[in-house]
């Protein structure tokens, strides 16, 4: 029969040989960790050069098609009309129940052409596209809107919400627009279309959209 401290030499030893072994199991744990730790590493910085590149030739594409919209004269349709329905409902919360492009109306013999109509319950948001914006567009812009309602007469008792849609705007543009109140849309750092001074025109923090539609 074992005596005790036959049986406490026992313990410690076993108890030794634990520690050991756990000491190596952590170590290897801990270099295993380590190893772990610096391949995610790679693959993050891998992914996010991915990520980028994917993002430089998307703009890339986005320069190439612009440009050629803008050679065919197809700004309105290939750019700025399917860019309209998503902006609308993130600045101003509105699904619109009416999108025309390429509007014309007559009344009493004189015309009356419209690039981009989009009209919801109590807006209607008229989108004029140039390919090359000047200051003088802008007050274009803002006089023909304040005519709209009497070619369409339908839309009496709505806001009108001019829109100066382009590829690009000159700073100079884009700060006559922002002082005159008009909103404008373009690419954002060529990655998608969006209105560019809704904050600064609005007063509301950007992206937040209105309550109203």
Same mark, same amino acid.
């Given at each position: 029969m074992l005596t005790l401290e036959t049986r406490i030499d026992s313990l410690e030893s076993i108890?030794?040989?634990?520690?050991?072994?756990t000491d190596v199991c952590l170590k290897r744990l801990e270099r295993e960790m380590s190893e772990f730790k610096n391949e995610m590493a790679e693959f993050k910085n891998e992914?996010?050069?991915?990520?980028?590149?994917?993002?430089?030739?998307?703009?890339?594409?986005?320069?190439?098609?612009?440009h050629l919209a803008k050679k065919m004269g197809t700004l309105e #349709? /290939?750019?700025?009309?399917?860019?309209?329905?998503?902006?609308?409902? !993130?600045? &101003?919360?509105? %699904?619109?129940?009416?999108t025309g492009i390429r509007i014309?109306?007559?009344?009493?013999? #004189? /015309?009356?052409?419209?690039?981009?109509?989009?009209?919801?319950?109590? !807006?209607? &948001?008229?989108? %004029?596209?140039?390919s090359t914006p000047k200051s003088e567009h802008v007050d274009e812009i803002?006089?023909?809107?304040?005519?709209?309602?009497e070619f369409f007469p339908e839309y009496n008792g709505l806001e009108v919400v001019p829109v100066f849609g382009s590829i690009l705007f000159p700073e100079n543009?884009?700060?006559?627009?922002?002082?005159?109140?008009?909103?404008?849309?373009?690419?954002?750092?060529?990655?998608y279309v969006d209105i560019l001074n809704f904050r600064e025109v609005s007063g509301e923090a950007s992206g937040e959209a209105e309550a109203a539609n």
């Open positions: 108890l030794g040989q634990f520690i050991v072994h992914m996010s050069e991915f990520k980028n590149e994917t993002r430089r030739d998307r703009q890339e594409m986005n320069r190439q098609w612009a #349709e /290939d750019l700025i009309a399917p860019a309209v329905r998503p902006a609308l409902a !993130r600045y &101003f919360a509105c %699904e619109p129940t009416y014309r109306k007559r009344v009493g013999g #004189e /015309d009356f052409e419209i690039d981009m109509l989009a009209a919801s319950e109590s !807006r209607v &948001f008229m989108v %004029e596209v140039k803002l006089q023909k809107a304040a005519r709209l309602p543009v884009m700060k006559y627009a922002t002082k005159r109140k008009l909103y404008v849309m373009a690419y954002r750092e060529w990655d």
